[in-house]
């Protein structure tokens, strides 16, 4: 979603380039646009996954697809693009398809280092596949790949070293280091209870912008309510940061902790922040390889879940009272670094519809 959105910000630069953005019906997509690119149309149609689903939910998905399908090959007449975007997900299925057939170019983008079902597929039809990482290689044809970086929105840029206005917003206290603790937008929840039992020992040292995800919010609004007035000064809890604010609370952290989704491939490296990250266990292995490639190049340091509990406060206080190795890790993210990766898709794509790149 959101490394579409930056590659959508970097295309409207250039007022010749019409736009479309095809979600599915149901979906969050149409508010998150309207609220991003509030100049870009948005058609929803039909669409529905098909791994790791029942039958009978395999069942009803196909009838959807074959419905948004029929729907893609409509906007496809009407529209006549000139190439096709996707990143991903189900409904890019459909669309894909209706473009193939209607012999427009195609350009996958894959924001994980590992690509999931929906990219092994599309990755026939794309005319070239976009990759975050030189890693990814190995997973998809050798032929069509070029390595681009992780699009990042314009915020997330605009506010990479601003630390000033960064501790400003959140009213940090400059004498203390700052923890970020992302429990993801809507909540992850073994996280998000692991944070809570130490909070105390956390705050006695340190201070914490929390990002608790809307459906945790409740339970961290009351475990804040528990502590003392000396420490929730220095606890920043928000259930939801928009772009403009989650660009301020990483240029204000000296550390993160967090998942390890596609966006820490690209954030922590544009911001040089060091990380520990704990894989969604759930999510097949994407989460552990991405970051198990940001712990191999010295960027991050890598927790799993199951020993969440025991070692998050160890590894916290092991990684911030060495500042030479916090030092490190700042550089090792640096150099991992791509920020002109939206512009670089959006070449990609002028390229693929046989336009100027310049």
Same mark, same amino acid.
């Given at each position: 979603? %959101?490394?579409?959105?930056?590659?959508?910000? *970097?295309?409207?630069?250039?007022?010749? &380039?019409?736009?479309?953005?095809?979600?599915?019906?149901?979906?969050?997509?149409?508010?998150?646009?309207?609220?991003?690119?509030? =100049?870009?149309?948005?058609?929803?149609?039909?669409?529905?996954?098909?791994?790791?689903?029942?039958?009978?939910?395999?069942?009803?998905?196909?009838?959807?697809?074959?419905?948004?399908?029929?729907?893609?090959?409509?906007?496809?007449?009407?529209?006549?693009?000139?190439?096709? +975007?996707?990143?991903?997900?189900?409904?890019?299925?459909?669309?894909?398809?209706?473009?193939?057939?209607?012999?427009?170019?195609?350009?996958?983008?894959?924001?994980?280092?590992?690509?999931?079902?929906?990219?092994?597929?599309?990755?026939? +039809?794309?005319?070239?596949?976009?990759?975050?990482?030189?890693?990814?290689?190995? +997973?998809?044809?050798?032929?069509?790949?070029?390595?681009?970086?992780?699009?990042?929105?314009?915020?997330? $840029? !605009?506010?990479?070293?601003?630390?000033?206005?960064?501790?400003? %917003?959140?009213?940090?206290?400059?004498?203390?280091?700052?923890?970020? +603790?992302?429990?993801?937008?809507?909540?992850?929840?073994?996280?998000?209870?692991?944070? =809570?039992? $130490?909070?105390?020992?956390?705050?006695?040292?340190?201070?914490? $912008?929390?990002?608790?995800?809307?459906?945790?919010?409740?339970?961290?609004?009351?475990?804040?309510?528990?502590?003392?007035? *000396?420490?929730?000064?220095?606890?920043?809890?928000?259930?939801?940061?928009? =772009?403009?604010?989650?660009?301020?609370?990483?240029?204000?952290?000296?550390?993160?902790?967090?998942?390890?989704?596609?966006?820490?491939?690209?954030?922590?490296?544009?911001?040089?922040?060091?990380? $520990?990250?704990?894989? %969604?266990?759930?999510?097949?292995? %994407?989460?552990?390889?991405?970051? &198990?490639?940001?712990? !191999?190049?010295? *960027?991050?340091?890598?927790? &799993?879940?199951?020993?969440? =509990?025991?070692?998050?406060?160890?590894?916290?206080?092991?990684?911030?009272?060495?500042?030479?190795?916090?030092?490190?890790?700042?550089?090792?993210?640096?150099?991992?670094?791509?920020?002109?990766?939206?512009? &670089?898709?959006?070449?990609?794509?002028?390229?693929?519809?046989?336009?100027?790149?310049?």
């Amino acid at each position: 979603m %959101y490394p579409a959105l930056a590659v959508v910000d *970097a295309l409207t630069v250039d007022k010749r &380039d019409t736009l479309l953005w095809i979600g599915s019906e149901g979906g969050v997509e149409q508010e998150l646009v309207k609220r991003a690119a509030q =100049s870009v149309p948005f058609e929803a149609i039909q669409a529905g996954g098909l791994h790791g689903i029942g039958l009978l939910s395999v069942a009803r998905n196909l009838m959807r697809l074959a419905r948004g399908l029929t729907q893609s090959l409509t906007l496809v007449r009407s529209w006549k693009p000139d190439v096709l +975007f996707v990143t991903g997900g189900f409904v890019s299925v459909p669309v894909a398809l209706a473009c193939w057939l209607r012999r427009v170019p195609i350009l996958v983008y894959l924001p994980d280092i590992e690509p999931g079902w929906a990219i092994k597929f599309l990755s026939r +039809f794309a005319r070239r596949i976009a990759v975050t990482c030189e890693a990814s290689h190995k +997973f998809l044809p050798a032929r069509k790949v070029v390595v681009t970086g992780y699009p990042l929105r314009r915020e997330l $840029i !605009e506010a990479r070293g601003a630390k000033q206005r960064a501790s400003a %917003y959140f009213r940090l206290d400059a004498s203390r280091k700052t923890i970020l +603790f992302a429990g993801g937008s809507k909540g992850a929840q073994s996280l998000n209870r692991a944070w =809570s039992k $130490i909070l105390d020992q956390v705050l006695e040292r340190w201070q914490v $912008i929390h990002i608790s995800g809307t459906l945790d919010a409740g339970a961290a609004q009351a475990r804040r309510e528990q502590l003392s007035d *000396a420490l929730k000064s220095r606890y920043k809890l928000f259930p939801y940061l928009h =772009s403009e604010e989650m660009g301020l609370a990483l240029t204000a952290a000296d550390l993160v902790v967090s998942r390890a989704g596609a966006s820490t491939l690209g954030e922590y490296p544009l911001m040089g922040l060091p990380a $520990i990250l704990v894989p %969604y266990p759930f999510a097949w292995r %994407y989460q552990k390889v991405n970051a &198990d490639y940001l712990t !191999e190049r010295g *960027a991050a340091a890598r927790l &799993d879940n199951e020993r969440l =509990s025991d070692e998050l406060l160890p590894t916290l206080e092991r990684l911030l009272s060495d500042e030479t190795r916090l030092a490190e890790m700042r550089q090792r993210a640096r150099e991992l670094a791509r920020p002109q990766a939206a512009f &670089d898709l959006a070449a990609q794509l002028r390229e693929l519809a046989g336009r100027s790149t310049a």
